[in-house]
């Protein structure tokens, strides 16, 4: 290659030192000497790496203006997914004007296997001109030194200083052209004089500063391309191209500019239109996006053949991929991939979402991929409906609706229709490395999460984890949450397109800003807005530059508002606005001058997308309104469309199976979090006996939903009623402060007398009053002044007091009535004239001082301490009044009659607080606990995040309690033969030991370990003990059974090294174990009743069959001894079980009670909104009942 040194800027003809991106003859000397359209194009000068330009330089500081650039700008850029090229030949070349002027001018000029470029000088970054390879036909010799580089439409003339160097060029050129035509016969490229294979993003007119007409711009990939026009586009040959590795964009300060800048210049761009504008700028980003990203994972599954096409239009190099169909797309068929929402594809880029890209996944891509998707999913195309790479948006969103979510063109499985058939076809499918029949049985209907008949590996998935079939198991998770194809399928997400909306017509000035991407976060002023005139008619709203204009700046379409919210007054720079959220994920802030403009354009903005079915939102004064996918009901498998609006503390809604609204109390939230990763959030809302899934498939409404549901749910204020409540209306603040006290403080001696660190109480207040359902409050962490103090000085900031202004002195003057009963009675009276918040406030703490003063004796506070310290507190006043103390001190003294307390709710307390300070006392709590709330962590069925549960224990909650509230919580009807059980389940022991219905879980609760938790599940072997024992003779059981001993804590002298037949006799009294049958004397007895019995042994131990139990004694002295038994059948194992539980409590295995053995099933709704199970799905569900249902038949066999 040859190369000269450029010579100085004063031997260079003035036309050499015109700046890049002007086309020839674009120069200021005056001279006509321009070489093309000289006629029809004369630019200003615009500057290229040239720094020092006057247009640059107030927009970059002074060491910037003159920066040292390489001799080639453009081949030191970073490579992006497009790599940058090898540059074949590079050299200075004297250039003819098309008009065959004698002019020369001289262009640095470039030549790669892709294009032919030219330039003002070797330190330019952007071209004059590109020429694509593709496009030259022939390269031909033309003189003394000369050559023309031909294309279909122009001719290039060029001079070398040599006839070697033109030979030089000539072949170079020649031998691009050659390997360009090569490689386009391999990959069916297109067309000679085509531009290339890649289609553009996005396209159109732009103006360019320093520009007098417009440019044509392009987006296409990881580029912006320029040319002149639109003509040119079409031929390929442009001006230059951006790399936009090294670019960055950003709004301009007129509303319809916006920069596009790198390292070498800043190329400022103006649209036609705001809403132009947004569009220009979201491909440019994305542009950017893709220049990042990394080509590693792509040409890893690009390696097989189908994969280098797009599955659905055959464009080349797809680089974005649907997990769960295993197919590899294109960027156009990608939009429309989303568009059939998560349900039915989950759309992933090769090159953006690295994360994503296991080795399994690529593996799998690398099996199934295009070739075994369209072998499926496109066996039955007919060629009038396949797609091409050019298609338009409508038909490839016809034709992917058919081919994914109906099926229309799938290879049908012979099983197709006979669901059973197939569920047992994939059950047997996933053990083998048969992927492509997993996914035509999938594909067909079979169940993903179906029962497989074996309680061990309950469903495909684990059947295929079972067999380490990897690939499946990878297969079977991208698609647990896919919804088969049906043909008479209608997305649920468009239901509401089929009903007819009323017409709806408002116009009149608004104020609007810029549409955005992302919620507003900062407050727009007052300057930001522009005024429109917009005009909502036929679904449509529309914004123009005036009243008189005709042709609309945007418009925004009816069907594509997904949310409209009114922000609070002065949120923004106009007092009244609004926002307009669209499916396109793109927010709209209207602001109005007065209040009634605001509410007339909401309210028809409202009727104009909000379905007839939902009206009846339209009448409340919503602060956000709108449509989002949700779950429900017992099915989680496919999200419906639900409308919301939100009003205050309460969230109206309506479901497609019942129109009537369903308020949802969100301050008596028992739970509000958010599930799922950042791309697929669920935000659950549990409300007591009834929970709802709100899906995130659109994340800028979402967000704001998210927001606004939050903040409604938090405390609005410093009013008992603005406070997050509880249950029975008491807030959350007085729940976590009393329940600490009373777990932690009752024997603290001066409890509520002793003040905090006023520090600590104010920070721990503050906590409370933001967010009082997320904070709890653990010992060592919180010393209990620091919690009393807390509570009384929310009690004594209270605006209106505990018992109000208006009543305050109505309470005074009762306490100085004489006669008890005469007091007690106004007392009464009163207290029913408190609002409800109040009133349940009044009796949860005098309730709880009742129990403080109970324990006097130890923390020296009786009930006239108590009415001291919170008769000032409770009344506000100085302390100087001695009848607040009086009140105080009555209504605790009278606990009972005034707040009509029973004696069976008096026994329960008295119970828990007894056995809180007994454990205390006995040091027998273990660890930390939450707030007082005794909070147990319960799983259903299996432990794992989806099946928890979180549920206060009283010191009277019985085993059955608790799994009957377990399974309210869960909507888990129980039908007959149905034995739910609460289990304590030991990790560590690999053991569960079966809780007798009437045993008390707080003392369990306190004694679990950090390896042990609890769990609520069927008991699947009562039915057979209950049969044992109701043939059965006699109390008494005896049989030779395998022994072991623990050796570290038993001492009977017998082998440690493994199990031992030993014989034992079990009756009313006790248990003895024997060397022998014959033997005389036991070698060692236990009394039956201190024991606990524990299904399992250990693996590690190896036991002799799988039919073992371990026994756990404890002493008088709390001293624990273990052994370990194994039977010979499941039957016998039984057996004993059975009767270990029929002697140690006196013949009641079961609770004979109808309505305790067998409770019917509630009604899956309250209202329209479906009970659903918490975290839970039906599958789950389903795989017990298979379970259990199954193993009566090997129980009576048994038997």
């Given at each position: 290659?040859?190369?000269?040194?450029?010579?100085?800027a004063?031997?260079?003809?003035?036309?050499v030192?015109?700046?890049s991106?002007?086309?020839?003859?674009?120069?200021l000397s005056g001279?006509?000497?321009?070489?093309?359209?000289?006629?029809?194009y004369a630019?200003?000068?615009?500057?290229?790496?040239?720094?020092?330009?006057?247009?640059?330089?107030s927009?970059l500081?002074?060491?910037?203006?003159?920066?040292?650039?390489?001799?080639?700008?453009?081949?030191?850029?970073?490579?992006g997914?497009?790599p940058?090229?090898?540059?074949?030949?590079?050299?200075?070349?004297?250039k003819?004007?098309?008009?065959?002027?004698?002019?020369?001018?001289?262009r640095?000029?470039?030549?790669d296997?892709?294009?032919?470029r030219?330039?003002?000088?070797?330190?330019?970054a952007?071209s004059k001109?590109f020429?694509?390879?593709?496009?030259?036909?022939?390269v031909?010799?033309?003189?003394?030194?000369k050559?023309?580089?031909?294309?279909?439409?122009?001719?290039?003339?060029?001079r070398a200083?040599?006839?070697?160097?033109?030979?030089?060029?000539?072949?170079a050129l020649q031998q691009?052209?050659?390997?360009q035509?090569?490689?386009?016969?391999?990959?069916?490229a297109?067309?000679?004089?085509?531009q290339g294979?890649?289609?553009?993003?996005?396209a159109?007119?732009l103006?360019?500063?320093?520009?007098?007409?417009?440019?044509y711009?392009?987006?296409?990939?990881?580029?912006?391309?320029?040319?002149?026009?639109?003509e040119e586009?079409?031929?390929?040959?442009g001006?230059t191209?951006i790399?936009?590795?090294?670019?960055n964009?950003?709004?301009a300060?007129?509303?319809?500019?916006?920069?596009?800048?790198?390292?070498?210049?800043i190329?400022?761009f103006?649209?036609?239109?705001?809403l132009?504008?947004?569009?220009?700028l979201e491909?440019?980003q994305?542009?950017?996006?893709e220049?990042?990203?990394?080509s590693?994972v792509?040409?890893?599954i690009?390696?097989?053949?189908?994969n280098?096409?797009?599955?659905?239009?055959?464009?080349?190099?797809p680089d974005w991929?649907s997990?769960?169909?295993c197919?590899v797309?294109?960027k156009?068929?990608a939009?429309?991939?989303?568009?059939?929402?998560?349900g039915i594809?989950?759309?992933?880029?090769?090159?953006?979402?690295?994360?994503?890209w296991?080795e399994?996944?690529?593996?799998?891509f690398?099996?199934?991929?295009?070739?075994?998707?369209n072998?499926?999913?496109a066996?039955?195309?007919?060629?009038?409906e396949?797609l091409?790479?050019?298609?338009?948006?409508?038909?490839?969103?016809?034709?992917l609706?058919a081919?994914?979510?109906e099926?229309k063109?799938?290879?049908?499985?012979?099983?197709?229709?006979?669901?059973?058939e197939l569920?047992k076809?994939?059950?047997?499918?996933?053990t083998?490395?048969?992927?492509?029949?997993?996914?035509?049985?999938?594909?067909?209907?079979?169940?993903?999460?179906?029962?497989s008949?074996?309680?061990?590996?309950p469903?495909?998935?684990?059947?295929?984890?079972?067999?380490g079939?990897?690939?499946?198991?990878?297969?079977?998770?991208?698609n647990?949450t896919?919804e088969?194809?049906?043909?008479?399928s209608?997305?649920?997400?468009?239901?509401h397109?089929?009903?007819?909306?009323?017409?709806?017509?408002?116009?009149s000035?608004?104020?609007?800003?810029a549409?955005?991407?992302?919620?507003?976060?900062?407050?727009?002023a007052?300057?930001?807005?522009?005024?429109?005139w917009?005009?909502?008619?036929?679904?449509?709203?529309?914004?123009y530059?005036?009243?008189?204009?005709?042709?609309?700046n945007?418009?925004?379409?009816?069907?594509e508002?997904?949310?409209?919210?009114?922000?609070t007054?002065d949120?923004?720079?106009?007092?009244?606005?609004?926002e307009v959220?669209?499916?396109?994920?793109?927010?709209?802030?209207?602001?109005?001058?007065?209040?009634?403009?605001?509410r007339e354009?909401?309210k028809?903005i409202?009727?104009?997308f909000?379905?007839?079915?939902?009206?009846?939102?339209?009448?409340?004064d919503f602060?956000?309104l709108?449509?989002?996918p949700?779950?429900?009901g017992l099915?989680?498998?496919?999200a419906?469309?639900?409308?919301f609006?939100?009003?205050?503390?309460?969230l109206?809604a309506?479901?497609p199976?019942?129109?009537?609204?369903?308020p949802?109390?969100?301050?008596?939230?028992?739970?509000?979090?958010?599930?799922?990763?950042?791309?697929?959030?669920?935000?659950?809302?549990?409300?007591?006996?009834?929970?709802?899934?709100?899906?995130?498939e659109?994340?800028?409404?979402?967000?704001?939903?998210l927001g606004?549901i939050q903040?409604?749910?938090?405390?609005?204020?410093?009013?008992l009623s603005e406070q997050?409540?509880g249950d029975?209306?008491i807030p959350?603040?007085?729940?976590?402060?009393v329940?600490?006290i009373?777990q932690?403080?009752?024997t603290s001696?001066?409890i509520?007398?002793?003040?905090?660190q006023?520090?600590?109480?104010?920070?721990?207040l503050?906590?409370l009053?933001?967010?009082a359902?997320s904070v709890r409050?653990?010992?060592?962490?919180?010393?209990?002044d620091?919690?009393?103090?807390?509570?009384?000085r929310?009690l004594?900031?209270?605006p209106?007091?505990?018992?109000?202004?208006?009543?305050?002195?109505?309470?005074?003057?009762?306490?100085e009535?004489?006669?008890?009963?005469?007091?007690v009675?106004?007392?009464?009276?009163?207290l029913?004239?408190l609002?409800?918040?109040?009133?349940?406030t009044?009796k949860?703490?005098?309730?709880h001082?009742y129990c403080v003063?109970?324990?006097?004796d130890t923390n020296?506070?009786?009930?006239?301490?108590?009415?001291?310290?919170f008769?000032?507190t409770?009344?506000?006043?100085d302390?100087?009044?001695?009848?607040?103390?009086r009140?105080v001190e009555?209504?605790?003294s009278?606990?009972?009659?005034?707040?009509?307390?029973?004696?069976?709710?008096?026994?329960?307390?008295?119970?828990e607080v007894?056995?809180?300070?007994?454990?205390?006392?006995?040091?027998t709590?273990?660890?930390?606990q939450h707030a007082?709330?005794?909070?147990?962590?319960?799983y259903?069925?299996e432990k794992?995040?989806?099946?928890?549960?979180?549920?206060?224990?009283?010191?009277s909650?019985?085993a059955?309690e608790?799994?009957?509230?377990?399974?309210?919580?869960?909507?888990?009807?129980?039908?007959?033969k149905?034995?739910?059980?609460?289990?304590?389940?030991?990790?560590r022991?690999?053991?569960?030991?079966p809780?007798?219905?009437?045993e008390?879980?707080?003392p369990?609760?306190?004694?679990l370990?950090?390896d042990?938790y609890?769990v609520?599940?069927k008991?699947?072997?009562?039915?057979?003990?209950?049969?044992y024992?109701?043939?059965?003779?006699?109390?008494?059981?005896h049989?030779?059974?395998?022994?072991?001993?623990?050796?570290?804590l038993?001492?009977l002298?017998?082998?440690?090294?493994g199990?031992?037949d030993?014989?034992?006799?079990?009756?009313?009294?006790?248990l003895?174990l024997?060397?022998?049958?014959r033997?005389?004397?036991p070698?060692?007895?236990?009394p039956v009743?201190?024991?606990?019995?524990y299904?399992?042994v250990?693996?590690k131990?190896?036991?002799?069959?799988?039919?073992?139990?371990?026994v756990?004694?404890?002493?008088?002295k709390?001293?624990?001894?273990?052994?370990?038994l194994?039977?010979?059948?499941?039957?016998e194992?039984r057996?004993?079980?059975?009767?270990?539980?029929f002697?140690?409590h006196?013949?009641?295995?079961?609770?004979s009670e109808?309505?305790?053995?067998?409770?019917a099933?509630?009604e899956?709704?309250?209202g329209s909104?479906?009970?659903i199970p918490?975290r839970?799905?039906?599958?789950e569900?389903?795989?017990?009942?298979?379970?259990f249902?199954?193993?009566?038949?090997?129980?009576?066999?048994?038997?």
């Open positions: 290659m040859t190369k000269k040194e450029e010579p100085p004063s031997q260079v003809p003035r036309a030192r015109v700046a991106l002007l086309s020839e003859g674009e120069d001279d006509d000497q321009g070489d093309e359209d000289e006629d029809d630019y200003e000068r615009v500057p290229n790496g040239d720094w020092h330009t006057s247009s640059l330089s927009s500081p002074s060491s910037l203006l003159t920066p040292e650039l390489p001799p080639h700008p453009m081949d030191g850029l970073p490579v997914p497009t940058t090229p090898l540059v074949i030949k590079a050299g200075w070349l004297d003819n004007p098309p008009q065959g002027s004698y002019i020369y001018q001289k640095w000029v470039r030549l296997a892709n294009h032919l030219y330039f003002d000088s070797n330190k330019d952007y001109r020429v694509p390879v593709a496009c030259i036909s022939r031909a010799a033309i003189g003394d030194q050559f023309e580089v031909i294309t279909n439409n122009r001719t290039f003339a060029f200083e040599s006839d070697a160097e033109r030979k030089e060029w000539m072949q691009a052209v050659a390997e035509r090569a490689r386009a016969r391999v990959s069916s297109y067309p000679l004089g085509v294979s890649e289609p553009h993003d996005h159109g007119s103006e360019l500063r320093g520009f007098k007409n417009k440019l711009v392009a987006v296409v990939g990881d580029k912006v391309e320029l040319y002149k026009n639109l586009y079409r031929l390929g040959i001006i191209f790399d936009m590795s090294v670019g964009v950003k709004e300060a007129d509303r319809r500019s916006f920069d596009l800048t790198t390292p070498y210049r190329f400022s103006s649209a036609e239109s705001e132009e504008k947004e569009q220009w491909a440019m994305g542009a950017i996006a220049a990042l990203s990394t590693e792509a040409e890893r690009w390696a097989m053949a189908p280098r096409f797009c599955a659905d239009c055959g464009a080349a190099q991929a997990i769960n169909l197919v797309i294109c156009r068929c939009g429309e991939h989303r568009g059939l929402g998560a594809s989950k759309v992933r880029s090769l090159k953006m979402d690295r994360k994503v296991t399994t996944l690529i593996e799998l690398l099996q199934l991929g295009n070739a075994a998707g072998h499926f999913w066996a039955n195309v007919p060629p009038s396949a091409q790479p050019n298609s338009s948006p409508s038909a490839r969103r016809c034709h609706e081919k994914y979510r099926g063109y799938r290879r049908y499985h012979p099983l197709f229709g006979n669901q059973e569920d076809a994939l059950c047997a499918a996933v083998t490395s048969d992927l492509a029949e997993t996914q035509a049985l999938l594909g067909c209907g079979a169940g993903v999460n179906c029962f008949g074996d309680p061990k590996a469903t495909p998935l684990a059947l295929a984890e079972q067999a079939q990897t690939l499946q198991m990878e297969f079977l998770r991208n647990r896919t088969a194809p049906r043909l008479d209608v997305r649920p997400l468009e239901k397109y089929s009903v007819i909306l009323p017409t709806v017509s408002h116009s000035f608004v104020y609007k800003t549409s955005a991407g992302k919620l507003l976060q900062d407050r727009r007052r300057e930001e807005f522009s005024r429109r917009c005009v909502l008619s036929d679904g449509v709203l529309s914004y530059e005036n009243e008189r204009a005709v042709t609309p945007g418009e925004i379409r009816a069907s508002i997904v949310c409209l919210a009114v922000p007054p949120t923004h720079g106009f007092e009244h606005t609004f959220y669209t499916e396109g994920e793109r927010l709209y802030l209207f602001g109005l001058e007065t209040a009634e403009q605001a354009w909401i028809c409202a009727k104009a909000v379905p007839p079915l939902a009206e009846d939102l339209l009448a409340r602060e956000r709108g449509r989002l949700y779950k429900a099915s989680l498998q496919q419906q469309e639900g409308w609006a939100l009003t205050g503390s309460e109206y309506v479901f199976e019942g129109p009537c609204e369903e949802l109390q969100l301050r008596k939230l028992q739970e509000l979090s958010v599930q799922g990763d950042s791309e697929n959030q669920v935000l659950v809302l549990v409300e007591r006996r009834r929970t709802l899934y709100i899906q995130g659109r994340r800028l409404d979402f967000m704001g939903w606004a903040k409604a749910a938090a405390s609005s204020g410093d009013t997050q409540l029975s209306d959350v603040i007085v729940y976590r402060c329940d600490y009373t932690y403080g009752l001696e001066g509520y007398r002793k003040c905090g006023t520090s600590k109480t104010l920070r721990l503050e906590s009053r933001l967010d359902r409050l653990k010992e060592g962490e919180q010393h209990v620091d919690v009393s103090s807390a509570l009384k929310f004594r900031d209270l209106d007091g505990l018992f109000t202004r208006v009543q305050r002195l109505a309470w005074l003057e009762a306490s009535i004489e006669d008890e009963e005469e007091k009675s106004r007392y009464r009276e009163l029913a004239r609002p409800p918040v109040n009133r349940a009044v949860a703490l005098i309730s001082l003063q109970c324990f006097s020296q506070m009786n009930t006239h301490n108590l009415a001291i310290v008769g000032p409770l009344f506000q006043t302390g100087q009044d001695y009848k607040a103390g009140v009555d209504l605790i009278h606990y009972v009659v005034v707040f009509s307390v029973d004696e069976e709710e008096l026994r329960k307390q008295r119970e007894t056995a809180i300070v007994k454990m205390r006392v006995a040091g709590a273990s660890g930390t007082g709330d005794f909070i147990c962590t319960v259903l069925e794992k995040a989806e099946a928890e549960q979180h549920v206060k224990i009283p010191a909650m019985t059955e608790l799994t009957l509230e377990i399974l309210d919580r869960r909507n888990v009807g129980i039908r007959e149905d034995y739910w059980t609460c289990f304590e389940v030991n990790e022991e690999e053991a569960e030991r809780l007798h219905f009437a008390k879980v707080l369990i609760l306190h004694g370990g950090t042990s609890l609520v599940k008991h699947q072997s009562m039915e057979a003990m209950l049969l024992l109701a043939s059965h003779v006699g109390e008494t059981k049989g030779m059974m395998k022994f072991r001993e623990d050796r570290s038993l001492g002298g017998l082998p440690t090294g199990f031992h030993r014989y034992f006799i079990l009756n009313s009294s006790c003895r024997y060397k022998e049958v033997s005389h004397r070698e060692k007895e236990w009743r201190s024991l606990k019995v299904l399992g250990k693996k131990l190896r036991p002799p069959t799988c039919w073992g139990f371990t756990i004694h404890e002493t008088e709390h001293e624990k001894q273990q052994w370990y194994c039977c010979e059948t499941q039957m194992l057996e004993w079980l059975a009767t270990f539980l002697v140690q006196d013949g009641l295995v079961w609770p109808p309505s305790r053995v067998s409770r099933a509630p899956v709704r309250l909104i479906s009970l918490l839970g799905s039906e599958n569900m389903r795989r017990s009942v298979a379970a249902s199954a193993d009566p038949l090997s129980l009576l066999r048994n038997v």
